[in-house]
């Protein structure tokens, strides 16, 4: 697999150049590419985007109005629906990841004219995306950001509407964390109501991203949410409030679990067996566990698992993992089986030592054992395969 900062390569920045002579005559494309592409292939991805960004700057019109005009009349025709991308990027117009750089130059240049920096990225993200660009503007221009945002939730373009909701969310990956809207949400409430019935469930789902991103640390805001808008829900919107509650749910917070009909302690019995009490590193841990309901009506339940992993002080930390979702009926016994990887990843450095997994239902904690877990990796992954898919 190719890393994915090769992306934004020397090939793709030659595009860029011909469609911006092409909507300008008198644009240096030469000069532009040769700023662009002097040591690109030794940077990683967001640097060579901030690069691009850099040659934008030097070769385009400084007339910000202007230089707007320049990237609009260079861009490819807008995606259809909620299709992202195109089988041949960029031969008809700037698209795509040679859009990351342009939302970039208008995020630096566009301070002193947000109005027209907002139709630039109104643009933008109908080719790509503008959910990182946008976010200066937000916390220069609030009030200015958010009456255009209201009127973006009713937009033509699945992909501006998107915007609304990614855009604004307080942390956002890859993106500038907005404080004011982790301190106090309430200015995006009003754009996720008006989106979370939205015909795109590329829309949807955004909305129920920005909500989770709420819980983190309003997640009283997000129980309300969830206790009002699920009675008489369609299947759409239950899904949207499903995930928006991913997090509170697998953290067993009792809020929640009541908005969903889950806050009752299991009764009846929970006994779980590691199917290994010794494992290295690049194999999987199976357990299973078995449920014996002793309640006299069906229980609800939602089936959670922690590994508690061994930090390097010798303390151990839970990570808590999806598991299931059933119902179970009076009097019946239900084994589940699930094979979890103990893989590499870049986000977790693993130790040696005496770990432990413990089953949660409802949140609460129900079962526990421990196993020691090896080193010595099986598995490593290649460099490639570290590479992420989306910023």
């Known amino acids: ?11 793709l920045v030659m595009r860029m150049a011909q469609h911006l002579q092409r909507a300008h005559r008198r644009f240096d494309a030469p000069g532009f590419t040769a700023l662009a592409i002097a040591g690109l292939e030794d940077l990683e991805m967001k640097a060579r985007a901030m690069q691009i960004a850099s040659a934008l700057e030097t070769t385009l019109p400084a007339d910000f109005d202007r230089a707007c005009g320049v990237l609009e009349a260079a861009l490819a025709p807008p995606w259809p629906g909620d299709r992202l991308g ?29 109005p027209r920096a907002l139709q630039a990225l109104h643009a933008v993200t109908q080719r790509f995306s503008a959910e990182f ?27 501006v509407r998107r915007l609304v909701s990614e855009g ?32 795109s469930e590329y829309v949807r789902r955004s909305v129920a991203n920005h909500l989770n991103d709420i819980a983190k640390d309003h997640p009283d805001v997000v129980v309300d949410w969830v206790t009002r ?11 949207l409030l499903r995930h928006a509650s991913r997090s509170l ?24 067996r590691l199917g290994a009490t010794h494992c290295r590193l690049g194999e999987h841990l199976p357990f299973s566990l078995t449920l014996a309901s002793t309640a006299k009506r069906p229980q609800a339940l939602v089936v959670d698992y922690a590994v508690h992993h061994v ?11 999806k598991g299931w979702t059933l119902t179970l009926a009076p009097g019946e016994t239900r084994v589940l089986e699930r094979r979890h990887p103990l893989k590499v990843v870049t986000t977790r450095r693993y130790h040696r030592g005496r770990h432990a997994l413990d089953l949660r239902l409802n949140g609460q ?27």
């Open 1 to 11: 697999m190719e890393p994915f900062k090769n992306l934004l390569n020397p090939a």
């Open 86 to 114: 195109s089988d041949d990027p960029c031969r008809d117009g700037l698209e795509g990841w040679a859009l990351w750089p342009v939302g970039e130059f208008v995020a630096r240049r566009g301070g002193h004219d947000v």
């Open 133 to 159: 660009a946008i976010r200066p503007f937000i916390v220069q221009a609030p009030d200015t950001v958010f009456a255009t945002l209201q009127r973006w939730t009713s937009d033509p373009s699945a992909h």
């Open 168 to 199: 604004s969310r307080p942390r956002l990956p890859w993106g500038i964390r907005l404080q004011a809207l982790v301190e106090d949400p309430a200015p995006t409430l009003p754009l996720l109501a008006a989106l979370q019935d939205d015909p």
């Open 229 to 239: 808008h699920r009675p008489g829900a369609s299947a759409a919107r239950l899904a």
């Open 249 to 272: 749910v697998k953290a067993g917070h009792p809020g929640m679990l009541a908005a969903w009909g889950l806050g009752h302690a299991f009764k009846g019995r929970a006994a779980l």
């Open 311 to 321: 930090k390097a002080d010798g303390s151990r930390r839970p990570k808590v993992f």
């Open 365 to 391: 904690v129900v079962a526990h054992a421990e196993f020691e877990l090896e080193i010595e990796c099986i598995d490593p992954p290649s460099p490639a395969g570290r590479a992420g898919s989306r910023p």
